[in-house]
C-alpha cells in the first residue's frame, strides 16, 4: 500500500510540475491542459495536483512498511 501511495503521489508530481511548466512556457505536455472542464483553471488544477501529491507522500510516510 506504501509503494502504492508513493506511484501515485509521484505520477501527481510530475503532471503538476509539467502542467505549471507548460502555462508559463508553453510547452505543450501534461495531462491537465487536455481535460476541457478545466479550461480557464489549468494553474489551480495544477496547484491542487501538487497539494495531492505532498499529501499522499505524507500518508505514505505514516503507514507501515511492509
Do not use: C, P
Amino acid at each position: 500500500m506504501k509503494q502504492l501511495l508513493e506511484i501515485i503521489g509521484f505520477i501527481a508530481l510530475v503532471q503538476g510540475v509539467a502542467g505549471l511548466v507548460h502555462e508559463f512556457t508553453d510547452w505543450n505536455w501534461g495531462l491537465v491542459q487536455r481535460i476541457d472542464f478545466l479550461d480557464g483553471f489549468e494553474i489551480y488544477a495544477n496547484v491542487a495536483l501538487l497539494a495531492l501529491a505532498f499529501a499522499l507522500f505524507a500518508a505514505a510516510e505514516s503507514r507501515r512498511s511492509g
